[in-house]
């Protein structure tokens, strides 16, 4: 089983790490990794910038690199999420394009996901000892069902204990560029995330998507807070995190 | 209604910053959400109804010329008078020649959001006649000197019971109630007599229905219910969209139209009104008029953002959205606030006067997941994000910045170059504990303005899985 890992821009610019863990899990679960050396971007950021014409380019890029793959998984519901929901939207009206990316979106998958329902992944390496809570990300959630997945995964560890926090669903306002555009708006949704965090007691914040876990640290940091740890799911069911 | 929407930003922020008005939108999103979801649980197929309420309202804007002919035809039948308002400018002219016509002086209302868009009470009171709300949430606002409403079912829910205690005390010269029911009772007393003086009486409409020639119209006050069978003339007022083929279709979208609003199996008050008082009725009017308005309708018909025609204003995607819920519906600057209000909005008033609204979404998609009628609202967003962009609507840097950042995401090469290159550069900026607290560059330094950023590696996962 070959299974192209779409590593996505911000964990190559920003968190390696949680691409490496990545592949340790898809590797223990028994895929043949392979990561297309010239992908950079899904083209989110153009697309909901409203630039249709570089997100067709890098849409375009993205099928051609994969399409060869039986799988393609990445360590982000928001990055799988626009190419199994939305590549397909850009190409309406040219036949040959929409039956290639159908094809791709059917084997594209979220990271928990593809390790659960595909590689029927029972346990992991990883061994973290801790209280820990976990921050659903919108796109994971609502565009790749992600909910259970990253949960039952968790919970195979002995020594982790999950504590839900409240409105665990809600958006943590980062929202790509908007985190940007609408700074106090996006830190007042930001703050209301650390606080039902910080609520729970959890040593550390876990979460599947590092856009926002740049936001929830990026925010925690900023309020006084050095002691939540933010772990993307990755990290920790590879061994990486505690 | 005078549109404020360019000032969206700065509203936003003081709304975040009105201690006040955090309190009572806290109070009020702890009660309409889980009222909802309870709610929902009593059916047995919510999807199933979904779906079906989203094929009566696409079936109904698919042949809109047709089903509203039909209904002009059975409304005009049952004795009715069908007006047709092109602008919102025409729905004011038609009222007040309705009012001439019948010797008016006083006119209720009930609740009608599309009479908010021609600002409809001024013009009654330009023309010299008294126009009362009695839509307790409008009436409020009306005597608080017409401030403007903040949610399309619930027009004052960002005031406190105590803000409200304090404007009927003054207003009414009365002693200051504590508790919300002596306020109800005395905002009763005060609008029981309007009721009785009154010469006409003005709703909304929540459905006009084709096969009957009827206005459905949902309230929990009962007081659409007065103001429709008192007065001597009724007129109901409402969007051309909001057209159902038939009472049945009005059966199935009720079932999700009050739970998904408020949480209630049932609004307290549905009124179907066809027609005026016939020979054999005790109550209703002597004559009844509809006003279908245009106003922007079939130019969103003839858009890429069609499907917000859909909408049975509901209000479920503003309760339910992250950013309405903390900055409260006066940001939007117009009628309709949140998520179908950054489509509605910018359609109506036109985009260049509503720039912020598209764009100020996280597009975290929870007002799509509860849209009773599957309206894809993010998606409809990126397109007007879209038309921004294809106008020059967006900031130079913006634009800039997006420029730059495509035009190496399109090339691996170069963009595994720069990459390497910006990861070390950040590797070098000062950090305390793994965290950058100040970037560089306008679109950066807005990251760190709120918060801190993580320091990179210093190599990238490309440059680290080669080697």
């Known amino acids: ?100 990316v159908a094809g791709l979106a059917a084997k594209t998958y979220e990271l928990t996901d593809f390790l659960v329902n ?101 925010r925690l940091r900023r309020r006084g807070d050095a002691k939540t740890r933010v772990f993307h799911v990755a990290e920790v069911l590879a061994g990486e995190g505690g | 209604m005078q549109v404020a929407s360019m000032h969206f930003t700065a509203r936003a922020r003081a709304s975040l910053n009105d201690e006040q008005l955090q309190v009572n939108l806290r109070k009020f999103q702890g009660k309409f959400v889980p009222a909802r979801r309870d709610a929902l649980r009593e059916l047995t197929d919510f999807e199933g109804t979904r779906e079906a309420a989203r094929a009566i309202r696409q079936r109904a804007l698919d042949n809109l010329d047709t089903w509203l002919e039909i209904f002009e035809a059975n409304a005009k039948a049952s004795g009715a ?44 009171e330009a023309a010299g006649l008294t126009v009362i709300e009695t839509d307790l949430g409008e009436y409020i606002l009306q005597i608080n000197d017409y401030e403007p409403p903040s949610h399309i079912i619930g027009p004052a829910l960002h005031k406190s019971k105590e803000e409200v205690a304090a404007l009927f005390s003054k207003t009414h010269k009365t002693e200051r109630k504590s508790d919300i029911q002596a306020l109800c009772l005395e905002a009763r007393g005060v609008l029981r007599q309007h009721y009785l003086t009154a010469d006409m009486g003005i709703t909304g409409g929540n459905f006009f229905v084709a096969e009957t020639g009827s206005v459905v119209v949902v309230t ?36 999700l139209l009050p739970r998904s609003a408020t949480g209630q199996s049932i609004s307290n008050y549905v009124d179907i009104l066809t027609g005026p008082k016939g020979a054999d009725h005790i109550n209703g009017p002597e004559h009844m ?52 209000g950054s489509i509605l909005t910018p359609m109506y008033v036109g985009l260049e006067n509503a720039l912020d609204l598209p764009q100020a979404s996280t597009f975290c998609n929870q007002c799509g997941v509860v849209c009773p009628v599957k309206i894809p609202l993010p998606d409809l967003q990126r397109k007007l994000r879209e038309q921004e962009f294809a106008r020059g609507l967006r900031p130079w840097y913006e634009r800039t910045g997006l420029r730059i950042w495509a035009w190496f995401a399109k090339r691996p090469r170069l963009y595994g170059l720069a990459s390497r290159i910006g990861v070390r550069a950040l590797r070098a900026l000062p950090r305390r504990d793994g965290m950058i607290s100040r970037l560089p560059f306008a679109l950066a330094s807005g990251w760190t303005a709120e918060r801190d950023f993580p320091a990179p590696a210093g190599k990238t996962f490309r440059e680290l899985y080669r080697e």
């Open chain 2, 220 to 255: 929990n006050e009962g007081n659409a219910t007065l103001t429709t069978t008192l007065p001597k003339v009724h007129v109901a007022i409402s969007g051309i969209e909001k057209i159902v083929p038939t009472l049945e279709d009005v059966a199935t979208l009720m079932r």
């Open chain 2, 289 to 340: 008029y509809f006003i279908l308005v245009d106003s922007g309708r079939t130019a969103v018909l003839g858009s890429e953002v069609r499907e917000a025609l859909r909408c049975i204003r509901c209000g479920a995607c503003m309760n339910h959205c992250p950013v309405y819920q903390n900055i409260g519906g006066h940001s939007y600057g117009w009628v309709y606030p949140g998520p179908i």
């Open chain 1, 118 to 218: 595909v590689l029927n992944v029972k346990e992991t390496a990883g061994r973290y000892k801790g209280k820990i809570t976990y921050h659903d990300s919108c796109a994971g959630l609502r565009e790749m069902g992600v909910k259970t997945q990253p949960r039952v995964l968790l919970a195979g560890m002995p020594d982790i204990e999950l504590i839900e926090m409240a409105d665990c669903e809600t958006c943590c306002g980062f929202g790509g560029t908007f985190s940007i555009k609408y700074g106090d708006i996006s830190a007042r949704l930001a703050d209301n995330k650390c606080v039902h965090v910080q609520n729970t007691g959890a040593d550390a914040v876990v979460l599947g998507d590092l856009g926002c876990m740049m936001n929830i640290e990026g």
């Open chain 1, 1 to 100: 089983m070959r299974v192209g890992f779409f590593v996505t821009c911000l964990v190559d610019l920003v968190r390696p790490s949680i691409g490496f863990a990545a592949i340790k899990l898809l590797k223990a679960g028994g895929a043949t990794v392979y990561v297309p050396p010239t992908q950079t971007c899904c083209g989110q950021p153009a697309y909901n910038s409203g630039d249709r014409a570089d997100t067709i380019a890098l849409a375009r890029k993205v099928v051609e690199e994969f399409e060869g793959c039986d799988y393609l998984v990445a360590p982000s519901g928001s990055c799988s999420g626009m190419i199994k929901t939305h590549y397909g939207e850009l190409f309406a009206g040219d036949a040959a394009m929409e039956r290639r």
């Open chain 2, 81 to 124: 008078t069908v007006l047709w308002a092109e602008t919102s400018a025409d729905i004011n002219r038609l009222v007040l020649e309705i009012a001439a016509r019948h010797n008016v002086g006083k006119i209720i209302k009930s609740k009608s959001m599309v009479s908010e868009e021609s600002a409809l009470d001024h013009a009654i």
